[in-house]
């Protein structure tokens, strides 16, 4: 059973940036794919970025160069740098992992990001 804990949301300006964290626990960190998904008012959960076991990352086209996600296999962390953010960012992020050994996936609580005009 994995648990997963994120952190580093907030309220931020139009432009601004935030880090989020999500830190895991109760599995073998490093032989999961590991991802950010988001869910805005009214709207369906989506993939925002995801890195892989083998560290090959992939992004949503609306985040591409603005969003960066990177993984910390010693400290079983993965982070989210958004830079450049817009209104359309505004939506509560989830970290999802995901055992290509198991089949399972497991999420985090979700953490709020408005971003404010």
């Known amino acids: 059973q994995v648990q997963l804990v994120e952190s580093g949301g907030g309220l931020v300006q139009t432009g601004g940036s935030l880090r989020l964290s999500c830190r895991a626990s109760g599995g073998t960190f490093s032989r999961l794919a590991m991802a950010w998904y988001r869910q805005g008012p009214g709207k369906q959960r989506e993939l925002v970025a995801r890195?892989?076991?083998?560290?090959?990352?992939n992004y949503a086209d609306s985040v591409k160069g603005r969003f960066t996600i990177a993984r910390d296999n010693a400290n079983n962390t993965v982070y989210l740098q958004m830079n450049s953010l817009k209104s359309d960012d505004t939506a509560v992020y989830y970290c999802?992992?995901?055992?290509?050994?198991?089949?399972?996936?497991?999420w985090g609580q979700g953490t709020q990001v408005t971003v404010s005009s």
């Open positions: 999802n992992a995901n055992s290509a050994l198991t089949g399972l996936q497991y």
């Open positions: 890195a892989t076991p083998g560290e090959s990352v």
